[in-house]
């Protein structure tokens, strides 16, 4: 089956420095890709999205770059809020059906 | 904006009991899914389905089944539950080629 990584299980920052989540995927194929967001006891919340034909797409205080060549993806977040704590998902959709596959999740936490 | 309700928060059952897990979504998606989310696991599908009355199964199907009478509603039904599937099961639907909004999940304990 396909498989989607992160590099790093967990990540501190201090409030206010920019945090990097990055991610890794393993079929080329996969042309969708969408980054979400878990607060403690609530289920994932979109956070923002990037189609293949795209290397960078910006949000409030949010940028996923997408490297197709090395089949990597990352979510930037600007100037860290404690309420951007939470565990970040990244998720793949493959163009064989309508079957996301996702991360194990990059658990944020903000450093007041 | 998307709503996917579930039909309960926390849910504790016996062990062989029958469990039913109801999720519901407002928006006329096409697909809906349902995961369970373990620890060190991250969200893994059971089954999901892109019409009502069709499914397809996921990566984890076994001990599971799932019902699709109409486009809004997707059960999620544990025939005799066992403590392997205390879990917290998460629904989520999308529009073809869209992204997936999810419920608040589900916290189911066997016992």
């Known amino acids: 089956g396909e498989s989607v990584g992160l590099h790093l299980p967990t990540l501190s920052v201090q409030e206010g420095d920019n945090s990097i989540i990055n991610c890794a995927y393993s079929n080329s194929a996969s042309d969708y890709f969408i980054w979400y967001k878990q607060e403690s006891g609530k289920g994932p919340q979109f956070i923002i999205d990037?189609?293949?034909?795209?290397d960078k797409r910006q949000g409030q205080r949010v940028t996923v770059l997408l490297n197709k060549t090395v089949k990597h993806l990352s979510l930037q977040i600007a100037a860290t809020q404690p309420g951007d704590s939470a565990v970040y998902f990244c998720?793949?959709?493959?163009?064989?059906?309508?079957?996301?596959?996702f991360g194990t999740g990059t658990s944020l936490t903000v450093i007041p | 904006d998307v709503k996917v309700t579930q039909s309960s928060r926390y849910l504790v059952k016996r062990t062989g009991e029958k469990v039913f897990l109801e999720c519901v979504q407002d928006m006329d998606h096409e697909n809906m899914f349902w995961y369970r989310q373990d620890p060190g696991l991250g969200l893994r599908l059971i089954y999901f389905s892109y019409d009502v009355k069709m499914k397809e199964k996921g990566d984890i199907p076994e001990g599971y089944s799932v019902s699709r009478e109409k486009k809004e509603r997707f059960s999620l039904i544990l025939e005799s539950a066992s403590t392997n599937q205390t879990s917290m099961y998460l629904c989520?639907?999308?529009?073809?080629?869209?992204?997936?909004?999810f419920g608040p999940g589900t916290r189911l304990t066997v016992t």
């Open positions: 990037i189609r293949s034909n795209m």
């Open positions: 998720a793949e959709n493959s163009q064989t059906g309508n079957q996301f596959y």
């Open positions: 989520a639907s999308s529009r073809l080629g869209g992204n997936s909004d």
